[in-house]
């Protein structure tokens, strides 16, 4: 177990809607990630936040937003769903913003678009 | 721009057997920090160990040996007498240090099948 924890588990939406994927990092981590795995695209870096404050943007669609909140836990937002959003979307955290320290995942979020 | 490299699609060994998957990376960056990770078919990603670029120490801990070679730009990972549990999609990353930022960048994964 990792520590950080990421609800829900699985997702089943239709195209067009819009979901709302949850994080919550390890404790004492300030730093959260948030990456895609798709069998089309891999493992793709998304979006970084520290602190409550965006530091890094990746591959993400402007369909999509993340926020970090006071309690550092994170949400990320995906609107108009289209069937190639279907991914499992993974959560990391570490404790710093860069440098020398590893990201530890959270079991991901299946999610299915129909 | 950063690039990881892992040219081993799939891998499929007997138990017992010692296994190496490769992993080549490209960056710019002097300062530069390298992972594995491994994904069981469970599907979480597990850390397993991370150098930084001025390290280039192998290292070992219990079956699992690591060999970074800075002059080919390689970082494998050697699992010595495989077992079923190691039966998993490993993948290899990178993060570049002169940025600041800690995005990880991962390569295709190589899928290990170890068989009794």
């Known amino acids: 177990d990792s520590g950080v924890t990421q609800t829900p588990k699985h997702l089943i939406t239709a195209t067009g809607q819009r979901v709302t994927l949850r994080c919550s990092p390890r404790s004492g981590d300030l730093s959260v990630y948030w990456y895609q795995q798709s069998l089309d695209q891999g493992l793709q870096f998304l979006i970084q936040?520290?602190?409550?404050?965006?530091?890094a943007k990746g591959n993400i669609l402007e369909r999509f937003s993340a926020q970090q909140f006071p309690d550092l836990h994170s949400e990320l937002n995906l609107s108009s769903l289209e069937l190639g959003d279907s991914a499992l979307y993974f959560c990391a955290s570490s404790a710093l913003s860069q440098g020398d320290n590893e990201q530890f995942f959270g079991p991901g979020t299946r999610l299915t678009v129909l | 721009a950063q690039k990881v490299t892992q040219a081993q699609t799939e891998i499929s060994v007997v138990e017992k057997e010692d296994v190496t998957l490769d992993c080549v990376y490209e960056t710019r960056d002097t300062t530069y920090y390298l992972f594995w990770y491994k994904q069981p078919p469970s599907g979480e990603l597990v850390f397993l160990i991370r150098r930084n670029s001025f390290d280039e120490q192998n290292e070992i801990s219990g079956r699992y040996s690591w060999n970074f070679q800075k002059s080919t730009s390689s970082f494998n990972f050697t699992i010595t007498a495989s077992q079923v549990v190691d039966s998993a999609v490993y993948f290899c990353a990178l993060s570049e240090g002169d940025t600041g930022f800690q995005k990880l960048v991962f390569g295709t994964g190589t899928r290990l099948l170890v068989s009794p």
């Open positions: 936040y520290y602190n409550g404050e965006e530091r």
